[in-house]
């Protein structure tokens, strides 16, 4: 019962520590998308591929 009660809890009320996980997620997921890409690549910088 106190599980249950804890998850709908932290559900409704995010704490600062869910938020900072998911701010982390979400600069660990664009590092691993830049390091995917080469440094040149025409994706990335179309003004440089265009001159």
Known sequence: MNQIHHRQFSLSVPTR???????????????????????????LNPLNYSV
């Open 17 to 43: 520590r869910s938020i900072y996980l998911h701010c982390k997620e979400t600069q660990e997921w664009l590092q691993a998308n830049m390091n995917f890409w080469p440094p040149k690549s025409p994706d």
